[in-house]
């Protein structure tokens, strides 16, 4: 479970991120890909977001951004950043006002550096153009600042890396480039989608600590969104499990992974391995979650559920809380937290 600094109570006054009944459409005919999802992220807290491919959660992290690609769009919802005077409803904010926020007060980092590096330029000179620009820094304390950070995010000889090409520096020299890219600018939220996902295990660990360590030092609230349960047990707070375009349960991680209330985390435990690297064979979950946009009656696992019955998929099925910290949606889950019974049929 994370070893992490506990985040300050999750108040008005120190939410850093609050998304409520976001809705995202695709395509011409809009059909609902994301469907009503709720959460917050308190200052200096890592939250996980995590489902199979397909769940939703790239979309919901790209309408954080103002980043959705061409054919979806925001249809329903409120993504507020910040608290109190500083607060901006992100839903309203026009093309030019991105630049007041992003980098600034909202930062990404993706699974293929590479591909968000400009390749004729050195990364040395991407940093610190972006220092010239925002901080209004000169080009010697742009420089500078510019190592420092590359020293802070553990890259080795950082006046050399400075001048270096990204076709020169491997995989993970990248990723640590562009998450000092994304911190230069003291930024509110980190939002990390995949980010170690290309990385052998080694330099994802690695990476791992390095976000945990920076969310430490710099009171940095992170989204982290991952397939793999490991990564969230390692690094985060509390996590949001997706599937289908709906978060199905939320709550805290070390909860959450020992004692899954929904069907689906259940069956996305039995798929995993954490902590027991013995295994010679793993479970798979039977069937493909639902395309994009597919209508659907009542819950939306419950094609692939074991423990489905007729009342499942009776009528939509609401997030139920559990307690203070955690909900789930399923409609027997009271039933199932008395068994054993897992999702995988």
Known sequence: MPAS????????????LRVDGLGVTVGQQRRAAVHGVTFEIARGESVGLVG???S?????????????????????????????????EL???????WDRIRGLRLAAVFQDPASYLNPSLTVGHQLAEQLRVKRDLSRREAH???VELFVEVGLHRPEQVFHQYPHE?????????????????????????????????VIQAEILQLLSRLRRDHHLSLLLVTHDLAVVAETCDRILVMYGGEIVESGPTGEVLTDPKHPYTRALLSVASIGDWTRRTLDVIPGSPPEAGEQMS????APRCSAAREQCTAGPVDLTPLDAARSARCVRVDELALTSVGGVA
Do not use: W, Y
């Open 91 to 97: 839903t309203t904010v026009r093309r030019r006002g």
């Open 52 to 54: 199979e491919s397909g």
């Open 5 to 16: 600094q506990p985040p300050e109570p999750t108040t008005a006054r120190t939410h850093t």
């Open 144 to 146: 500078a600042r510019s």
């Open 56 to 88: 939703g959660k790239t979309l919901t992290c790209r309408s954080v951004l103002g980043l959705l690609p061409a054919g979806c769009n925001v249809a329903a919802g409120s993504i507020v950043l910040g608290a109190g005077d500083s607060e901006v």
């Open 169 to 201: 520096l491997s995989g993970g020299m990248l990723q640590r480039v562009l998450i000092a890219i994304a911190v230069a600018l003291e930024p509110e939220l980190l939002i990390a989608d995949e980010a170690t996902t290309a990385l052998d295990v």
């Open 298 to 301: 009542g819950c939306r696992f």
